[in-house]
């Protein structure tokens, strides 16, 4: 009867490991409410099966909405006091989701403190979770319990199946268990790329130590521009199928933003010494494998922290487009620092892209209106009695002037230039 059951539970670990990898979204956000984070002191926000872009001036609190998102997926690195007194000095916030899960409504609802450092990062101290389930008849709420974000996090990372004793018990064996492990694998992959992330390519490094990409903990510390190099190499050695997608969609014959990208591998020897006793020295010999990324450029072999910071940049976010496998991608301001041929392709990238996986976008470009349609835009503004305000076009605008905006389009202009004439003023 045991064997019975751990070849059960074995096989209910496969079929959730495997769901963390399918290509196709099991999972998306219907709609998100947030209450009292920073300027969000009670937005609502309707999201898009597939693409979903927020546009508004700066200030409105688009960056509000896309972080407070990542508190989801950083509740997996919190310190957890539950002393009251401190709990009660933090900042407070409440996060609601609702989840297309297997075509299952459910209902997320997290309780998070933190505080902000002087850096502006939220670092979090304590999270109540919470989900339930629409065609649950009872309607009752189920708790997650924090250490399974360290075990779906095990599972990702280690591409391990392997459950200790507590998530046996508490989480395979149940249906409700399993909707919550497939919860904690969305919120923790919660993706984003901000504007500023891979600016100045003179932070990228010339050359890695293979031993870099084999260590994951020294892959998840390092900073951005180094982890876009320790990646790509990882896609060129471990799969040539997926790096040759990417590099045909850069290369000339993509949308020719580089000419080619590649990666050559040394071994320098290098000798160390160990003293055992005042008379005995030990000389040891070691090998150190260096990799050396290389990027060609109108002919031109350059390192990658010689690039231009819209080619680095552009590169980049490209590279993440096509490989992150995550259900949920917050891209914040993608059109910094990418002239508009170039901002074009990777706007049209964005929308093919998101056949595959959800994706959110912030923008105050009318550039990237001009490429969007209008059931793919939220309208962000924001009041000091009511804070950051979200409607969808269609809602935000009346339905004569809806109808007004659907005939220009198809007769004088564009979104963008729509925006620009203060057509969307009347919200």
Not at 7 to 35: C, D, G, H, T, W
Not at 82 to 93: D, G, N, T, W
Request: aromatic share 10%.
């Amino acid at each position: 009867m045991l064997l019975i059951e751990i070849i059960q539970a074995f096989f209910v670990l496969l079929q959730l490991y495997l769901s963390l990898y399918r290509n196709i979204p099991m999972i998306k956000i219907k709609k998100i409410e947030i209450i009292n984070y920073r300027s969000c002191f009670d937005t609502t926000i309707d999201v898009q099966e597939n693409l979903t872009t927020l546009i508004g001036i700066n200030g409105v609190g688009k960056s509000n909405i896309l972080n407070s998102l990542q508190l989801l997926k950083r509740t997996n690195r919190n310190r957890f006091f539950h002393q009251p007194a401190i709990q009660e000095s933090l900042k407070h916030s409440t996060l609601k989701l609702d989840l297309l899960i297997d075509e299952i409504l459910v209902v997320i609802k997290a309780d998070i403190y933190f505080e902000t450092n002087e850096n502006n990062i939220d670092e979090i101290y304590n999270a109540d979770i919470r989900f339930r389930k629409s065609n649950d008849i009872e309607k009752k709420w189920c708790t997650i319990d924090v250490d399974l974000f360290g075990y779906v996090e095990r599972m990702k990372f280690l591409k391990k199946a392997i459950a200790d004793k507590k998530i046996q018990d508490e989480y395979l064996t149940s249906e409700e268990g399993q909707t919550a492990i497939k919860i904690v694998g969305f919120l923790s992959g919660i993706s984003y790329y901000s504007a500023t992330q891979f600016a100045d390519p003179t932070r990228c490094p010339v050359s890695i130590e293979y031993d870099d990409v084999n260590r994951l903990g020294s892959i998840r510390n390092k900073d951005t521009h180094t982890k876009f190099i320790t990646d790509s190499y990882s896609l060129f050695k471990n799969d040539k199928k997926a790096f040759s997608r990417f590099l045909n969609t850069v290369n000339q014959e993509g949308i020719g933003l580089i000419d080619d990208f590649s990666f050559f591998e040394h071994s320098l020897s290098s000798n160390s010494y160990h003293v055992k006793l005042v008379s005995s020295i030990n000389k040891i010999e070691k090998n150190k494998n260096i990799i050396i990324p290389s990027v060609i450029v109108d002919g031109t072999t350059l390192a990658p922290n010689q690039l231009s910071e819209g080619t680095f940049k552009s590169l980049a976010l490209i590279f993440y487009i096509l490989t992150d496998s995550n259900d949920l991608l917050l891209i914040e301001e993608p059109e910094v620092c990418v002239h508009h041929g170039l901002l074009s392709s990777i706007i049209e990238l964005f929308k093919i892209q998101s056949k595959e996986k959800q994706i959110i976008i912030s923008t105050h470009s009318d550039f990237v209106l001009d490429k969007l349609q209008p059931e793919n835009i939220v309208l962000v503004n924001k009041s000091v009695e009511k804070g950051t305000k979200a409607k969808p076009l269609s809602k935000a605008l009346s339905a004569h002037d809806y109808l007004a905006l659907k005939k220009y389009l198809q007769t004088s202009g564009n979104l963008g230039e729509y925006w620009k004439e203060g057509g969307f003023e009347n919200d």
